[in-house]
């Protein structure tokens, strides 16, 4: 293949080469018009308002290899530990061997990415990447120019599944980069619940650039829980693409714990009235990590909801970064917003950059944003302490409990358990144990 390329853009020469394996006319076509929108926009810097407190110099700098090894153990103990259903993608590519398939309820469809129909390769548009991600979104134009696997779920209309569906991708190598690619259509009024853990196998350097997809259908139920937990050295950047039709309902958390630095984008799109959409997560850092939750919920129909808390605790060094937008269109009235990020900081050093936004076009609307910073407080811990507690048995108490109340958003109680267990686990060894 012939493909005009940029002189100096950061993955070029990956580009060409992961071209290389790509097979169908379709997906070919689909690489071609990333590749395209990723030379248009070009790397992200200072100037993309987007991208104004997340530097990615290291990260373009920095000499990879396109993954090519698919075969790993799962890391137990880096995921969420639910008895569910697993699909596993090793480095970007399905692994059936990890996966369990065969297990999988009546009424979802799993469909390799070579046997797409041409239904399902509109999944893949209906959420605007051909548009938007040309302005926007160039690591997701990266991820379109460079899978080369794709994980493709279907639930049929009415289905309701008990049971979670747990999607892992695994970072295996070092010095590696690769291109998850996760899409999933739900159908009218079916009910699901997702987990989506990014997970490392080993304690090498890699780059990880993923794409999720989920299309609700009137009436569709998502439960969306979302477990970041790589490597110490890795590089996280992850787009979550969501269009949520009339009453459907999208229920998302993100849980941000490891990687050097990382960066968790979702943009959900309310097309249907009376839709619903909750977008909620921690982010917990320490050492020297970025953390980074930029959003977007474009309220584009009347009668709409969304609400979005955020929670953070950075300790050492650690950055985290908040940008959050609601955007309602004029035909949107009645459009009921809520947003709010809250971070504890727990040395002069640790930093948080927070940037709550609301863009109105309607006149009847009732939406409003907010953000905090803080620290421990004293009274409160002197408060524990005049009750027979330890000072730092007190503190933990109290770093626990501001992230539990952050994890109480979880509907799901077996979901909010597991977590809530991930988070004290981190919290243990990134945090407490170094008091």
């Given at each position: 293949?012939?493909?005009?390329?940029?002189?100096?853009?950061?993955?070029?020469?990956?580009?060409?080469?992961?071209?290389?394996?790509?097979?169908?006319?379709?997906?070919?076509?689909?690489?071609?018009?990333?590749?395209?929108?990723?030379?248009?926009?070009?790397?992200?810097?200072?100037?993309?308002?987007?991208?104004?407190?997340?530097?990615?110099?290291?990260?373009?700098?920095?000499?990879?290899?396109?993954a090519k090894d698919y075969s790993t153990a799962i890391p137990e103990d880096m995921i969420i530990p639910l008895d569910c259903p697993r699909l596993v993608l090793v480095n970007g590519v399905f692994n059936s061997e990890l996966s369990d398939q065969k297990l999988l309820p009546e009424g979802i469809a799993l469909t390799p990415l070579a046997n797409l129909s041409d239904y399902q390769k509109t999944f893949f548009d209906d959420l605007r990447l051909g548009k938007e991600i040309k302005y926007a979104l160039p690591l997701a134009s990266l991820n379109t120019a460079m899978f080369s696997d794709a994980l493709v779920l279907e639930l049929a209309e009415g289905t309701e599944l008990?049971?979670?569906?747990?999607?892992?991708?695994?970072?295996?190598?070092?010095?590696?980069?690769?291109?998850?690619?996760?899409?999933?259509?739900?159908?009218?009024?079916?009910?699901?619940?997702?987990?989506?853990?990014?997970?490392?196998?080993?304690?090498?350097?890699?780059?990880?650039?993923?794409?999720?997809?989920?299309?609700?259908?009137?009436?569709?139920?998502?439960?969306?829980?979302?477990?970041?937990?790589?490597?110490?050295?890795?590089?996280?950047?992850?787009?979550?693409?969501?269009?949520?039709?009339?009453?459907?309902?999208?229920?998302?958390?993100?849980?941000?714990?490891?990687?050097?630095?990382?960066?968790?984008?979702?943009?959900?799109?309310?097309?249907?009235?009376?839709?619903?959409?909750?977008?909620?997560?921690?982010?917990?850092?320490?050492?020297?990590?970025?953390?980074?939750?930029?959003?977007?919920?474009?309220?584009?129909?009347?009668?709409?909801?969304?609400?979005?808390?955020?929670?953070?605790?950075?300790?050492?060094?650690?950055?985290?970064?908040?940008?959050?937008?609601?955007?309602?269109?004029?035909?949107?009235?009645?459009?009921?917003?809520?947003?709010?990020?809250?971070?504890?900081?727990?040395?002069?050093?640790?930093?948080?950059?927070?940037?709550?936004?609301?863009?109105?076009?309607?006149?009847?609307?009732?939406?409003?944003?907010?953000?905090?910073?803080?620290?421990?407080?004293?009274?409160?811990?002197?408060?524990?302490?005049?009750?027979?507690?330890?000072?730092?048995?007190?503190?933990?108490?109290?770093?626990?409990?501001?992230?539990?109340?952050?994890?109480?958003?979880?509907?799901?109680?077996?979901?909010?358990?597991?977590?809530?267990?991930?988070?004290?686990?981190?919290?243990?060894?990134?945090?407490?144990?170094?008091?």
């Amino acid at each position: 293949m012939n493909i005009q390329q940029s002189s100096k853009l950061p993955f070029e020469e990956l580009i060409a080469e992961s071209f290389e394996g790509v097979t169908g006319d379709w997906h070919h076509e689909l690489c071609k018009r990333g590749l395209q929108n990723y030379v248009d926009v070009g790397w992200p810097g200072a100037k993309n308002e987007s991208w104004k407190y997340t530097n990615l110099n290291k990260l373009g700098s920095h000499s990879f290899s396109i993954a090519k090894d698919y075969s790993t153990a799962i890391p137990e103990d880096m995921i969420i530990p639910l008895d569910c259903p697993r699909l596993v993608l090793v480095n970007g590519v399905f692994n059936s061997e990890l996966s369990d398939q065969k297990l999988l309820p009546e009424g979802i469809a799993l469909t390799p990415l070579a046997n797409l129909s041409d239904y399902q390769k509109t999944f893949f548009d209906d959420l605007r990447l051909g548009k938007e991600i040309k302005y926007a979104l160039p690591l997701a134009s990266l991820n379109t120019a460079m899978f080369s696997d794709a994980l493709v779920l279907e639930l049929a209309e009415g289905t309701e599944l008990s049971s979670p569906i747990h999607i892992i991708s695994i970072g295996s190598g070092s010095q590696i980069t690769f291109a998850p690619r996760i899409v999933v259509n739900v159908g009218k009024g079916a009910k699901l619940d997702v987990i989506e853990s990014h997970v490392g196998a080993s304690s090498g350097m890699y780059f990880s650039n993923s794409v999720v997809q989920f299309n609700l259908q009137d009436g569709a139920k998502v439960g969306h829980y979302k477990l970041q937990n790589e490597s110490n050295e890795s590089f996280h950047i992850s787009l979550t693409k969501v269009l949520i039709k009339e009453r459907a309902f999208y229920d998302n958390f993100t849980i941000s714990l490891g990687g050097i630095l990382s960066r968790n984008e979702i943009q959900a799109h309310i097309t249907g009235s009376g839709a619903e959409c909750c977008v909620n997560g921690t982010y917990l850092g320490a050492g020297s990590q970025h953390i980074d939750n930029t959003t977007l919920i474009e309220h584009i129909a009347e009668g709409s909801c969304s609400r979005e808390v955020f929670k953070g605790v950075l300790g050492d060094r650690a950055r985290g970064v908040f940008q959050g937008k609601i955007l309602v269109h004029p035909d949107a009235q009645k459009t009921d917003g809520y947003q709010m990020n809250r971070a504890m900081l727990l040395s002069d050093q640790a930093e948080i950059n927070s940037k709550p936004e609301l863009e109105i076009y309607a006149d009847d609307v009732r939406c409003s944003h907010g953000a905090t910073v803080g620290e421990l407080e004293e009274e409160h811990i002197f408060y524990l302490r005049a009750r027979g507690i330890d000072r730092e048995r007190a503190r933990r108490m109290l770093i626990g409990a501001y992230i539990s109340d952050a994890i109480d958003e979880i509907r799901n109680t077996g979901i909010r358990s597991s977590i809530q267990g991930v988070a004290e686990n981190w919290l243990k060894h990134n945090l407490y144990e170094k008091k």
